[in-house]
């Protein structure tokens, strides 16, 4: 089962979207959601996994958590808000977040891989 979404997965304007600090994203994550690329990958998460992943942040209560498409609109949020703390760990550092990243280059925030665990 897929349990990894990588930043090339998701359009960089997805990502900057959905993951605008300071302000509510809501409303563009359901936008995003329904867009058929990004909704191929969300959709193609287990819904278990993805359960118990966003059980592990101890954000959302069981009730909350039976809502798997509600879920999968927490993913998308959580993943381009790590994928975007990547990107400006990245541009300040003056490397391509979307390309090969230099060996030692360890970002201390976000990451180019969104992992449910």
């Given at each position: 089962?897929?349990?990894?979404?990588l930043?090339?997965?998701?359009?960089?304007?997805?990502?900057?979207d959905c993951?605008?600090?300071?302000q509510?994203?809501?409303?563009?994550?359901?936008f995003?959601r329904?867009?058929?690329?990004?909704?191929?990958?969300?959709?193609?998460?287990?819904?278990?996994?993805?359960?118990?992943?966003?059980?592990?942040y101890?954000?959302?209560?069981?009730?909350?958590?039976?809502?798997?498409e509600?879920?999968?609109?927490?993913?998308?949020?959580?993943?381009?808000?790590?994928?975007r703390?990547y990107?400006?760990?990245?541009?300040e550092?003056?490397?391509?977040?979307?390309?090969?990243?230099?060996e030692?280059?360890?970002?201390?925030?976000?990451?180019?891989l969104f992992?449910?665990?």
């Amino acid at each position: 089962m897929t349990r990894e979404i990588l930043i090339t997965d998701l359009p960089l304007d997805c990502i900057m979207d959905c993951s605008t600090p300071g302000q509510a994203a809501d409303d563009d994550v359901y936008f995003w959601r329904r867009d058929p690329a990004v909704a191929k990958i969300l959709d193609a998460l287990n819904s278990d996994t993805v359960r118990r992943g966003l059980k592990g942040y101890g954000a959302w209560d069981e009730d909350e958590l039976a809502d798997d498409e509600q879920n999968r609109h927490r993913v998308l949020w959580l993943a381009c808000g790590n994928f975007r703390e990547y990107i400006e760990e990245c541009k300040e550092q003056g490397i391509d977040p979307f390309g090969e990243r230099p060996e030692d280059f360890d970002p201390s925030c976000g990451s180019d891989l969104f992992t449910l665990e």
